[in-house]
């Protein structure tokens, strides 16, 4: 990947790329894997877009469909393991990705959302109209009005403890 490319066309959309990855992990690792192969996959694919809509879609789209992915191969082939030290808190908290508490928790309720109503948050929060979202996902406005509103209805329970 040139580093011109990667300061045109990827550096920009970095903070669209940081929230989607973490939405979807849940350790410094995997988000700095996720963020790679997503980085990657947009170099790759950038033959392929067609310009039929705004780059931050297509970079959206991808960054999207990488993190459902990886997510897919990553409960498929779960592993378990013990280990006799647990990390301490440096090291589970040594980025600032994940160092902010309350932006922490609110990254832990949409976890436990659908994978598909955490892309939706995730872009409503980045502020896209219902339209952009539902290119996007690859739906209609409508349904993703009622979606947001059961979306936030649920993160508010969440956040306030009232389910699990």
Known sequence: ???DFYKTSILPFSGIIIK???AYTNSQEDFEDYYQEVCLQIWRSQKNFREESEW????YRI?????LTLLKKKKNNVQHFVSDTTPTHHETVNSYAFSDESLNQLY?????LSEIDRAVIMLYLDEKTYQEIADIIGTNPNNIGV???RIKMRLKKLL???IN
Do not use: E, F, H, P
């Open 63 to 67: 960054s999207l469909n990488v993190c």
């Open 160 to 162: 306030d403890g009232k």
């Open 1 to 3: 990947m040139s580093n």
């Open 108 to 112: 832990i309720a949409i976890r436990q």
């Open 147 to 149: 979606r947001v509103q």
């Open 20 to 22: 989607l990855c973490r």
């Open 56 to 59: 931050s879609t297509w970079v």
